[in-house]
């Protein structure tokens, strides 16, 4: 292969050793969270999972409510990726003051960055989190798949609306499973065949139907997926 050459290509190497280190070791998986279409709760879904990883380290249920940093996340602790674009996203709106790394503090330039990273990130309802703030947030974005592959952690990440910019996303990351989100009824079944065949998931994928609606017959031969 090619020579790197130290100190000037000290920023590859880094990028080397990192790319090498994803391929071969994983310190959990990667579950990618989109909806079929806006309003369907999967900012709410990916709270759900980081509540749920959280409970098995003892955080209280309501901690996204209270805990605003109060919890100190765990060595195996999952780290919630918003990658949706959207502010605040999945912090609510009065963690802004909560001091940590935020998108526009990482450097688009770098294809990776240090292991450290993940201790800088806020610690969002109990959950170590990479947000947007008042400066940006960050979607169809090459820091995305830096981050992704530069935290050494289970990772739930939050892609906003399933397209093809999402589906880019899942594929970059190796992600090892898609969680979609949409509306059990007639429209919800028929936007979910719609998409999925425009935009085939990369990766084995689960449908979710929003909280509080049943589903019908239709959404079972649409799903790509378990419901």
Do not use: F, M
């Not at 007639?186 to 065949?197: K, N, P």
């Not at 990766?203 to 019908?216: F, Y």
């Not at 959404?219 to 378990?226: D, F, K, Q, S, V």
């Amino acid at each position: 292969g090619g020579q790197v050459r130290l100190p000037g290509d000290t920023a590859l190497l880094v990028s080397l050793i990192a790319e090498a280190s994803s391929r071969t070791c994983r310190s959990g998986a990667v579950w990618v969270v989109a909806g079929i279409a806006g309003g369907v709760g999967v900012t709410g879904v990916v709270r759900l999972l980081a509540r749920a990883r959280g409970r098995r380290r003892g955080v209280r249920g309501g901690a996204w409510r209270k805990g605003r940093g109060a919890h100190r996340a765990g060595e195996s602790d999952a780290v919630v990726v918003d990658a949706s674009g959207s502010v605040p996203g999945v912090a609510l709106a009065g963690d802004h003051d909560i001091p940590g790394v935020r998108w526009a503090d990482l450097d688009v330039s770098e294809d990776s960055y240090l292991p450290s990273l993940r201790e800088h990130l806020p610690v969002v309802g109990g959950v170590r989190a990479l947000v947007g703030d008042s400066r940006g947030g960050a979607a169809d974005d090459p820091r995305v798949v830096a981050a992704c592959r530069s935290l050494d952690a289970p990772l739930i990440v939050d892609v906003g609306r399933w397209d093809e910019r999402a589906a880019r996303c899942v594929s970059a990351i190796r992600a090892d499973a898609l969680v979609l989100v949409t509306h059990g009824n007639l429209e919800g079944a028929a936007a979910l065949s719609a998409i999925c065949a425009a935009v085939p998931p990369p990766c084995s994928a689960i449908t979710l139907v929003c909280a509080g609606e049943r589903w019908g017959a239709g959404l079972r031969e649409c799903a790509p997926g378990p419901i």
